[in-house]
């Protein structure tokens, strides 16, 4: 969340070199020669020659599963372009999920803290008549939770989820199948 952008220009560039290799072996040999690189890419020279390939899952999960197809044969490319749209529709949609439930919590703090005042407010009339120190720090308390709730909604919380939609729609890649 508070680091930079993982999609850089060496990603990139790795990317694009790590799927030329892919379709290279495959003009050469064929499109089955693939078939053990797609199905245990942490095995395959042609993915070790990129680490952040092996460490990313969403990387390599999408590339082995889109080869894995077009090895088995029987798609017509059409189809092979639906299924990839399909599959980074979800994983993107996967992603806004943390981000709105961030976002619907922010919201709900400023509420959490009113609901802090009016119990503090009830807590504060069952104590009338008692000494004024009492009183004091049953309203101080009442304070205290309305504050937090505002401060953690617009000092952390709401600004967090921004940050972090931002950081995804910056960080969305325009290149489909190499840095998603």
Request: negative net charge; proline residues 6%.
């Amino acid at each position: 969340m508070f680091g930079g952008s993982k999609f850089t220009k060496q990603r990139y560039l790795d990317s694009l070199k790590t799927m030329y290799d892919l379709f290279n072996k495959a003009r050469r040999e064929g499109l089955i020669a693939l078939e053990s690189d797609v199905e245990e890419p942490d095995k395959s020279p042609i993915f070790s020659k990129n680490p952040f390939f092996l460490k990313d899952h969403h990387v390599r999960d999408f590339i082995c599963d889109t080869m894995r197809m077009a090895v088995t044969g029987g798609i017509e490319p059409f189809d092979v372009d639906q299924m990839m749209e399909v599959d980074m529709d979800v994983h993107h949609h996967g992603e806004t999920v943390p981000i709105s439930a961030l976002s619907t919590m922010a919201d709900s703090l400023p509420g959490l803290g009113i609901v802090a005042a009016v119990l503090g407010v009830v807590i504060t009339m069952g104590a009338l008549g008692g000494p004024p120190e009492e009183i004091g720090h049953k309203v101080a308390a009442a304070l205290v939770g309305t504050f937090l709730g505002i401060l953690l909604c617009y000092g952390l919380v709401a600004p967090l989820a921004r940050a972090w939609r931002r950081r995804r729609t910056k960080s969305m890649p325009s290149i489909t199948c190499c840095g998603w």
